[in-house]
C-alpha cells in the first residue's frame, strides 16, 4: 500500500508563471473546490462542513473575513474557493499517525515544504523530540502534560516562558489557553 507521504513534493523549480486567469468564481472554481473538498472529507463531510461555513448557526472561515450578509440574505453557499480549501485541508480525513512519524526524520520532514506537511493530515497523538532523538515519537497525554509542567516549573520566573498558538484556534480554545498562561503569570 502506497502512504500518501510517498506522494512527490512541489519543487519550486518546476512552477510556471503566467498570465492571470481570467476568472476566480464561477463554475471552474466551484469544480476546484468541490474536488478538493470531496478528495479531504468525502461526501458527507463535505455536505456537513460547506454547509455551515459562514452561517448564523455555523463556523467562520478561517481564511478571510467573509461578511455576515443582512437577516434574511443569507445563502446556503456563502464561501469562496480558498475558503472552501482551507476547510477541506482543516477537516481532512487524513492522519499523521505516530507510523508517519516513524518513517521520517526530523531532518526529513524539514526538506519538505510546509504544503506537503499540511497535506499528510491531522496529527493524532502528543508527539515529542527526547534528547539526542532524530524522530518524532509518540508520547500519553499525561505523560506531555508532565513534561510541559515540568519544563514550566523549572523557569525562574514566568517571565521567562513564551506561549504561542494557532490563528485558526477556535474562541474558546484561545479563551481558554489565555486562561492558562495568565495563571501561570
Same mark, same amino acid.
Given at each position: 500500500?502506497? &502512504?500518501?507521504?510517498?506522494?512527490?513534493?512541489?519543487?519550486?523549480?518546476?512552477?510556471?508563471?503566467?498570465?492571470?486567469?481570467? &476568472?476566480?468564481?464561477?463554475?471552474?472554481?466551484?469544480?476546484?473546490?468541490?474536488?478538493?473538498? *470531496?478528495?479531504?472529507?468525502?461526501?458527507?463531510?463535505?455536505?456537513?462542513?460547506? /454547509?455551515?461555513?459562514?452561517?448564523?448557526?455555523?463556523?467562520?472561515?478561517?481564511?478571510?473575513?467573509?461578511?455576515?450578509?443582512?437577516?434574511?440574505?443569507?445563502?446556503?453557499?456563502?464561501?469562496?474557493?480558498?475558503?472552501?480549501?482551507?476547510?477541506?485541508?482543516?477537516?481532512?480525513?487524513?492522519?499523521?499517525?505516530?507510523?508517519?512519524?516513524?518513517?521520517?526524520?526530523?531532518?526529513? /520532514?524539514?526538506? &519538505?515544504?510546509?504544503?506537503? *506537511?499540511?497535506?499528510?493530515?491531522?496529527?493524532?497523538?502528543?508527539?515529542?523530540?527526547?534528547?539526542?532523538?532524530?524522530?518524532?515519537?509518540?508520547?500519553?497525554?499525561?505523560?506531555?502534560?508532565?513534561?510541559?509542567?515540568?519544563?514550566?516549573?523549572?523557569?525562574?520566573?514566568?517571565?521567562?516562558?513564551?506561549?504561542?498558538?494557532?490563528?485558526?484556534?477556535?474562541?474558546?480554545?484561545?479563551?481558554?489557553?489565555?486562561?492558562?498562561?495568565?495563571?501561570?503569570?
Amino acid at each position: 500500500m502506497r &502512504h500518501k507521504d510517498e506522494e512527490r513534493d512541489y519543487d519550486e523549480a518546476d512552477l510556471e508563471v503566467g498570465p492571470p486567469k481570467d &476568472h476566480a468564481a464561477g463554475p471552474t472554481a466551484v469544480a476546484v473546490s468541490m474536488k478538493r473538498a *470531496l478528495e479531504h472529507m468525502g461526501v458527507v463531510r463535505t455536505a456537513e462542513t460547506l /454547509l455551515q461555513l459562514n452561517q448564523a448557526e455555523g463556523f467562520d472561515c478561517m481564511s478571510c473575513a467573509w461578511p455576515d450578509p443582512e437577516p434574511g440574505h443569507r445563502h446556503a453557499a456563502e464561501f469562496c474557493e480558498n475558503g472552501a480549501k482551507a476547510v477541506a485541508e482543516e477537516a481532512t480525513r487524513d492522519r499523521a499517525t505516530p507510523e508517519f512519524f516513524a518513517r521520517h526524520s526530523i531532518a526529513e /520532514l524539514d526538506c &519538505h515544504s510546509e504544503h506537503w *506537511l499540511g497535506q499528510q493530515g491531522r496529527i493524532t497523538h502528543p508527539m515529542v523530540k527526547r534528547p539526542g532523538g532524530t524522530h518524532y515519537e509518540p508520547i500519553e497525554w499525561d505523560e506531555a502534560f508532565a513534561l510541559i509542567g515540568d519544563q514550566l516549573n523549572a523557569l525562574d520566573s514566568p517571565d521567562e516562558a513564551i506561549f504561542y498558538t494557532s490563528g485558526r484556534a477556535s474562541n474558546e480554545a484561545a479563551f481558554a489557553y489565555q486562561l492558562f498562561v495568565r495563571a501561570f503569570g
